[in-house]
């Protein structure tokens, strides 16, 4: 079974998208996070990776 990681917007429900962490390490996953999710934060949203 592959290991699967989401990045994902609480407030809108948004998806930026599934990652495998066989090819994306947690500080790939947060380099990711900080660019897709720039936006939203600014906004006061709450991104997090799941």
């Given at each position: 079974m592959m290991d699967l990681r989401e990045i994902f917007c609480n407030q809108c429900k948004k998806s930026f998208g599934v990652y495998n962490e066989k090819f994306f390490s947690e500080k790939n996953l947060e380099k990711l996070k900080n660019r897709y999710g720039s936006l939203?934060?600014?906004y006061g949203h709450d991104?997090?990776?799941?």
């Open positions: 939203h934060e600014f991104v997090i990776i799941r």
